[in-house]
């Protein structure tokens, strides 16, 4: 094991090694830096020139240059490691720094979400197999899957954002509009419930009437401009939760944990109005990390006192129950400081964003923060979700295909299991081995993808970096964007086999 | 049947909705708004900008609003001086001797006077007097090597230290450019000596300038070399040390995030100029020129000034919340022929000149214009004058009139017959065809390809063979004289005409090429028209009777042909009024206190 991460690292190395030198003088060798000096008419401009060859070592050929790179980054040079310095003269480290926090942001929540989305539909898909619900998504996964991201982006800032901010303005759904979304959602939801054909029409029905009733409701009482859940919408819903969780984690059949996710359920309004006062304008974001532990206590303490002979799924589902229905409290709160961030002078009425990662000046509490991230991450993250969702829903679905196919399972229902303790337990979890290896050549792929994401959403992640450090041929800024990103994506394809030999026994990474 | 009447219905009502939909009406209280947010395509990196590494239009940008100064350059490259801050005259003429005054009561907006003092940084900073490189005193200016070296005397300051009268050892006919503050230098000082009272480091920055004080020198110059340069790595906020931030301009700075934005609020202490209704600038950083686009259709962001292209114009002049401007930026295309290109050696003068003229006469100047610029700016014209006084500008005619331009206005047909009989005498045709090499860069530019491919294609037609050869690193080869053709732009920073000389003029040990005379064109007569730029005052008319000398020779020797100047556009918020785009820098901000919504 220890034998082949070394072989597996030495190798690393070589390919890091081979690429930055490709990429340094293919990089050198792009442009001429000195462009605008030498097309400068102003009487210095000779001088400059001299200075600026001095200062980009541009005398020395770019090979060489390299290996003087290397030598720094190493710590050879006698200075200790170094990234050096922009064309700019500031340190690479420091700009890098800034950068990196802001890539992991929009890659790490697309990924996550991706991956919880893109599997679950996956696994739908593939439970209704070649019924019109998998033609449509594997239709839809096709086409995502072939959209370029910057197209994506575009069409996403034009409809979600600036059509969506006209549309606040006086935000009533147009009945077309309203018959439409109705109807898909209630196609989408008839879909996956499936079943015999009446029985189909019967969910369509009903699905779309609760639909349209909601979105009646939204668009009549301009609730888009001043949102918010309220207490019995609050309850609701965690009611909702604590069933479906339920069915997931052990069965609705067993009535002690079901008894215990709707006590939890039924708390929910009660904390709601005990959250009120604690969620002011002073509230510290960092609180709110003890509060998220608490609540899975709670959970915790309530599934395991009265679990009963199911002490630990009981607990299991406590916790997710717990902590689901607090996220709706969160949630609501949230939603309260909408209109407040709504109104704020810095965005007059245009809150969702299409370029940056916030607005400078802002200058709110915790809530007012909360939905601002939120309104600049959402159309990054739905970008590079849309084109990295349908990877996951194609990869999941046929992996639970096969592993549906396989005699345990049919040992498994021949034995009478549940067909839910059957997908759930026997299929799911295998079905989750090769999505390890997706997911790191996910993660590296979105790290690439970034680079336009980035670019078109005015992030300064190491993207952005990336594509100033070459229009500037700021060799330093590119390289040290090259480096890490390597570095990372390589690692990550090594955590994945490593991970998929300790997932699947039958895989063994010695020799 | 009943479910055709349910479709119909629906039909009928969306179509009754989508015809009143589109009706976006902004929140009350618009026209009492006093923010402007302006997209920038790079990042700020310093508070310096006349540092030779942050010489960026978007650090300048921050230095115009900041700073304050004797003049400025409008939206029609004119050079208006600023009253309100100052006065400066020429006291003689020999040797040149310059008195500024700067007007009583000025403050930084710490609350200390400006003075003539103040005025010494620019001298400190370009004459190159003060660097040492024995003692590692230098300081990094883009204005190393200007005018400014050629004054060497400390100014006569008055008592009351607001009048300098400056003495040049030699003539310098930009003079005017010169002057003006940047940093306060008691600030300066105070940064490498924080514990000096604001007389005390003023007092200490004369001395050290007075005295070539080495030491106090490079403590000063170190700081004014670096602790400016924070602006791409670290914020502006409470902790930012407040001698860094002292400023003289309509605005102060509030705040920054590292490579995303900076805030500036107007400045209370500011009565040099008109106090702006917009209280408030936002600088923020879009690199791409789309999302710009659509950030100013979200009401992201007032004002953008992208690259144009032809999607992008469309697609604003599209938005309803917008108002595009389309204006001449200081940068125009231009057709080099190196005099010293492969094609020509060996050939007597005489034929190598009609060879050239038959080659300009060929080139489609106005399909150039038409396919290639009309789709940015319908109003472009072809360019006939290679000073240039663009065409906006009335001796834009007067100059073609004279200057021997008129064989290159005719239509096609007139050019191409013209250029065959060149041709032809010396035994060329389309059957043996004259073959020349052209470079040009930026091989993934389209509009460079297309004016390549268009000039390959019209020369074909009478007998010469161009050879198209593009190249990322173009630059670096011009003057190397490898091919017979170039076509690029050069680009203006001021309105001075002392550049021409370094273009077009003899080096001073009289045989070879100045630095940026890549065609080798070796014109005495050109040579000591120009030079009168540098070393006389020329009024406008004066100026004109120079260039014509030039032109007259320039279009004699068929050495070359202006092409267009370049198309650019800026788009705003349509309820922000008063936006005027300019192309010399301060470009759109000039007019920051006209704004208003």
Known sequence: ?511 | MKFSRIIRAVAIAAVGVLGTSGLAVAPAGAADRTLVRIAESNVRTSLNSSHSDHNLVENGTVAYLTGDGFNYYNNKSQLVKKTGFGTYRIVKQKPLTIETKINKGLVWSDGTQIDAYDLLEGWVTDSGHFDNEARGVYWDSVGKGGGMQKITKFPVISADSLTATWTFDEFDSSWELFFGIGRPVHALTQLAYPTLSDGQAKARFVNAVKKKDWTVLKALADQWNTAYNFIDTKPIDATTNPNLLITAGAYTIKSSVPGKSMTLVANPLYKSGPKPTIKTIQLVTIPDSTAMGQALANGEVDIIAPQATAALVNSLKAQPNTTVYGFGAATYEHLDVDLKGPAWAGMSAAKANDLRRALLLTIPRQEIVDKLVKTINPAAKVLNSITPYFNADPNHAKMSATSGVKPYTDAEATRLAAAKALLAKHGYSTTNPLKLTLHWGGPTNERRKNTAALIVAAAAKVGIEVNSKPSAVWSQELGNNKSDLQFFAWSQTSTVFTGLRTIYGIADDGTTPRNSNYIDWLNPTVDKALARHSDEILDADGAFKVNQTFEKEYFKDAVGLPLFQWASIAAATKTLKNVKPSALSPQIVWNYWEWKY
């Open chain 1, 1 to 511: 094991m220890i034998q082949y991460i070394i072989r597996r690292i030495g190798a690393l190395l070589l390919v890091l090694l081979g690429s930055t030198f490709l990429i340094y003088n293919l990089t050198a060798i792009s442009g001429d830096p000195l462009e605008d000096l030498r097309l400068s008419t102003e009487p210095n401009a000779q001088i400059l020139l001299q200075q600026a060859i001095e200062k980009l070592q541009l005398d020395i050929p770019p090979p060489v240059r390299y290996f003087n790179w290397l030598m720094g980054i190493l710590g050879l040079g006698g200075a200790g490691a170094s990234f050096g310095l922009t064309v700019e003269g500031s340190a690479v480290i420091d700009i890098i720094g800034l950068a990196i926090p802001i890539t992991i942001r929009l890659v790490i929540i697309s990924t996550i979400l991706s991956i919880v989305i893109g599997i679950s539909i996956g696994i739908i898909s593939a439970l209704r197999q070649y019924s019109r619900f998998d033609y449509s998504i594997t239709f839809i996964a096709f086409l995502f899957f072939s959209l370029p991201i910057f197209w994506v982006a575009v069409l996403l800032k034009q409809f979600a954002a600036i059509e969506f901010n006209n549309f606040l303005y006086d935000p009533v759904i147009a009945p077309n509009w309203m018959f439409g979304f109705a109807f898909v959602g209630a196609f989408i939801f008839a879909s996956i419930v499936g079943g015999e054909k009446k029985r189909f029409f019967i969910t369509l029905a009903g699905a779309f009437a609760l639909n349209f009733a909601i979105l009646s409701y939204i668009s009549a009482t301009g609730w888009l401009l001043t949102p918010s859940l309220g207490p019995v919408m609050i309850s609701v819903m965690a009611l909702g939760v604590a069933f479906g969780i339920t069915q997931l984690s052990t069965g609705i059949s067993n009535r002690r944990v079901l008894i215990i996710s709707l006590a939890l359920a039924a708390l929910t309004p009660v904390f709601y109005f005990v959250m009120q006062p604690v969620f002011s304008e002073t509230f510290e974001g960092s609180m709110m990390w003890l509060l998220a532990i608490a609540t899975l206590g709670v959970g915790f303490v309530v599934g395991y006192a009265f679990g009963g002979d199911d002490k630990g799924p009981a607990a299991r589902t406590g916790m997710i129950v717990a902590f689901l229905s607090a996220g709706l409290i969160v949630l609501d709160r949230f939603m309260q400081s909408w209109d407040d961030y709504y109104n704020n002078e810095w965005i007059f009425g245009r809150p969702i964003a299409t370029v940056g990662d916030s607005k400078p000046d802002i200058a709110g509490d915790f809530w007012i923060m909360g939905v601002d991230a939120f309104s600049h991450l959402l159309l990054p993250t739905a970008a590079l979700m849309l084109v990295s969702v349908a990877g996951y829903v194609r990869y999941s679905r046929a992996s639970l295909l096969e592993v549906l196919n396989q005699d345990y399972i049919r040992t498994a229902r021949a034995k009478g299991l549940t067909e839910r303790t059957v997908i759930m337990r026997h299929a799911f979890r295998n079905s989750l081995i090769p999505l390890t290896t997706i997911m790191a050549f996910d993660f590296a792929g979105l790290l690439g993808g970034a680079i336009i994401t980035e670019q078109v959403f005015a992030w300064r992640g190491m993207g952005t970096l990336f594509n100033t450090g070459l229009a500037k041929f700021d060799l330093n800024l590119v390289m040290a964007v090259v480096l890490i990103t390597s570095i990372s994506a390589l690692v990550f394809n090594l955590i994945a086999d490593l991970v998929y030999s300790a997932l699947d026994p039958r895989i063994r990474v010695t020799k």
